[in-house]
Nanobody, 126 residues
Framework: QVQLVESGGGLVQAGGSLRLSCAASGRTFSVYRMGWFRQAPGKEREFVAA????????YYADSVKGRFTISRDNAKNTVYLQMNSLKPEDTAVYYC???????????????????WGQGTQVTVSS
């Protein structure tokens, strides 16, 4: 099992920045890819960014490309999401997810990920 705990959410004005953290514990040696998803009120959970745990390859949703940066610190078993130039439409609960590599879905598919954190609220005001 892999446990994920997100932190770093909060309230920020449009144009501001936040950095989210996701601390992983448990069988972290089994993790192939880590992802960030978000869910706004009344909407489905959507893909934001992903990173391969070993190689560091990154992937982004078009809506955040150029504004958000995903990174990881393997020694700390932590993945980060640096969010710059935030917009009100970025307001959502942000979830960290772990992909153990057993499934054959794309990195942006919710079905590819095996474990999820509890989420952290990000609110961007106009």
């Amino acid at each position: 099992q892999v446990q994920l705990v997100e932190s770093g959410g909060g309230l920020v004005q449009a144009g501001g920045s936040l950095r989210l953290s996701c601390a992983a514990s448990g069988r972290t040696f089994s993790v192939y890819r880590m992802g960030w998803f978000r869910q706004a009120p009344g909407k489905e959970r959507e893909f934001v960014a992903a990173i391969r745990w070993s190689g560091g390859n990154t992937y982004y949703a078009d809506s955040v490309k150029g504004r958000f940066t995903i990174s990881r610190d393997n020694a700390k078993n932590t993945v980060y999401l640096q969010m710059n130039s935030l917009k009100p439409e970025d307001t959502a609960v942000y979830y960290c997810a772990a992909d153990l590599g057993f499934n054959g879905y794309a990195y942006g598919s919710r079905s590819q990920y095996d474990y999820w954190g509890q989420g952290t609220q990000v609110t961007v005001s106009s």
